[in-house]
């Protein structure tokens, strides 16, 4: 079988994890793509690098030795604002909201890959030790957890939207039972 194989149904499943529930409240599912929670549409993007990068012979022989730390990073960035979704929306979860299936496929799916490719990468190497520029590395993750930063204060902001939009909708359909139930009894 093919190694790269398991990364590229791995990436696909993530993508489809964009459309999966990843929460759910009183009835309601939020998938990564709806008009509340829209952040799906940056997970299906870097879902879909991975992809490209593990089916595309020609960008994997122009990316050549980068291919894998690229894949491996991308994948830690998912599963960094996967998790940071989780954190952002726990007022939404204190308030008896639920994780869907979506999120948790996400995690897996990130997970794997940066840990799958990293063992690749440690498997191909002849002397059997993964080579990372720390300093590099430091540096991207201090980029990543800025973004990540302002990516979970929009997100914050967006479930706080979405909880007073769902308070809204069942105060409105509180009001209009009491206005029903006034009317039989004048009735």
Do not use: H
Not at 70 to 86: C, R
């Amino acid at each position: 079988m093919n190694k790269k194989l398991l990364i590229t149904l791995a990436s696909f499943i993530g993508i489809i994890s964009t459309f999966m529930p990843w929460f759910s409240f009183m009835g309601y599912s939020l998938n990564a793509i709806s008009e509340e929670f829209s952040d799906g549409y940056f997970f299906g993007v870097l879902f879909a690098v991975i992809l490209l990068i593990s089916l595309f012979q020609p960008l994997q022989e122009k990316l050549g030795e980068k291919k894998d730390n690229i894949t491996i990073i991308v994948a830690v960035i998912i599963l960094i604002f996967s998790i940071a979704e989780i954190i952002t929306n726990k007022e939404m979860l204190d308030y008896g909201a639920s994780l869907g299936i979506g999120i948790y496929v996400s995690i897996l799916s990130s997970g794997f890959i940066a840990i799958y490719t990293i063992y690749l990468k440690k498997s191909s190497d002849s002397n059997s030790e993964l080579k990372f520029d720390k300093g590099k590395m430091m540096d991207i993750t201090q980029k990543s957890v800025g973004v990540a930063k302002a990516i979970t204060k929009v997100a914050g902001k967006a479930t706080k939207s979405a909880i007073g939009e769902v308070k809204k909708e069942l105060q409105e359909k509180e009001s209009q039972k009491k206005k029903e139930d006034e009317d039989r009894v004048q009735e």
